[in-house]
């Protein structure tokens, strides 16, 4: 059993995924596991999994048919034990060392169903675009809460309790979650940090304006 696992679904992600898993290895945390799921990859993606996975016991490793990010999560939600906190990372992306040390000691002290930290939005050379930082109030309250998965860690029995999952077959799938996830509890816990790299492609929907017409919103209507 590990305190938190870490999900990463991977898509024919061979020119990124070994920095990715760089990041999760060298944590400097060690109650943890790691689940990467193959969504059916046709590059190499697979056999750089299973190297990690044949070098590191805390790797887990799932092979599925390719069905899309959101369906690569639930296939993970659905496998998860006995965790007490999950972690979503996006197979592109990368973290900080101290990044899983901050969150679950955030979680473990205020006994929180969701923590939200902030990231760092980069270029493929590095150059850093942009950044979120939650702006708190003086009893550590935030009212500006950013919908997409980075920089969060969650309870899993809260997920479960709530069956929160993410809608697939959609685009901005991680928003009908975290309006979900953010608004089901009151205990949510906000860091002024930031330790989530998002690699940010030039032809990637992060780069583009929201479509609100293609938000679904309509998938809370799923939720408990």
Same mark, same amino acid.
């Given at each position: 059993?590990?305190?938190?696992?870490?999900?990463? #679904?991977?898509?024919?992600?061979? !020119?990124? $995924?070994?920095?990715?898993?760089?990041? %999760?290895?060298?944590?400097?945390?060690?109650?943890?596991?790691?689940?990467?799921?193959?969504?059916?990859?046709?590059?190499?993606?697979?056999?750089?999994? *299973? /190297?990690?996975?044949?070098?590191?016991?805390? $790797?887990?490793?799932?092979?599925?048919?390719?069905?899309?990010?959101?369906?690569?999560?639930?296939?993970? $939600?659905?496998?998860? *034990?006995?965790?007490?906190?999950?972690?979503?990372?996006?197979? +592109?992306?990368?973290?900080?060392?101290?990044?899983?040390?901050?969150? %679950?000691?955030?979680?473990?002290?205020?006994?929180?169903?969701?923590?939200?930290?902030?990231?760092?939005?980069?270029?493929?050379?590095? !150059?850093?675009?942009?950044?979120?930082?939650?702006?708190?109030?003086?009893?550590?309250?935030?009212?500006?809460?950013?919908?997409?998965?980075?920089? *969060?860690?969650?309870?899993?029995?809260?997920? *479960?309790?709530?069956?929160?999952?993410? #809608? /697939?077959?959609?685009?901005? @799938?991680?928003?009908?979650?975290?309006?979900?996830?953010?608004?089901?509890?009151?205990?949510?816990?906000?860091?002024?940090?930031?330790?989530?790299?998002?690699?940010?492609?030039? +032809?990637?929907?992060?780069?583009?304006?929201?479509?609100?017409? @293609?938000? #679904?919103?309509?998938?809370?209507?799923?939720?408990?």
């Amino acid at each position: 059993m590990s305190l938190v696992t870490v999900i990463i #679904p991977a898509y024919n992600e061979e !020119k990124y $995924i070994c920095k990715c898993l760089e990041s %999760v290895v060298h944590q400097n945390f060690a109650d943890y596991d790691v689940m990467v799921v193959n969504d059916g990859s046709s590059d190499n993606t697979e056999n750089i999994i *299973k /190297e990690y996975k044949n070098e590191y016991s805390f $790797i887990n490793y799932f092979n599925k048919e390719n069905g899309g990010l959101s369906s690569a999560r639930n296939y993970g $939600i659905d496998r998860l *034990k006995d965790s007490k906190y999950v972690v979503f990372l996006d197979s +592109d992306d990368y973290l900080d060392s101290e990044y899983l040390c901050n969150l %679950v000691a955030s979680a473990e002290e205020k006994q929180s169903d969701v923590v939200c930290s902030g990231q760092y939005r980069i270029t493929e050379d590095g !150059k850093i675009i942009s950044h979120v930082r939650y702006i708190l109030d003086g009893q550590g309250k935030c009212v500006l809460r950013h919908l997409n998965m980075h920089g *969060k860690i969650y309870r899993v029995d809260y997920l *479960k309790k709530y069956n929160l999952r993410f #809608p /697939e077959g959609k685009t901005y @799938e991680d928003n009908p979650f975290n309006l979900a996830a953010f608004f089901l509890t009151d205990r949510i816990n906000f860091l002024q940090y930031e330790g989530y790299y998002q690699l940010v492609h030039l +032809d990637s929907i992060t780069t583009c304006k929201i479509k609100q017409n @293609e938000v #679904p919103y309509s998938e809370l209507e799923q939720s408990a």
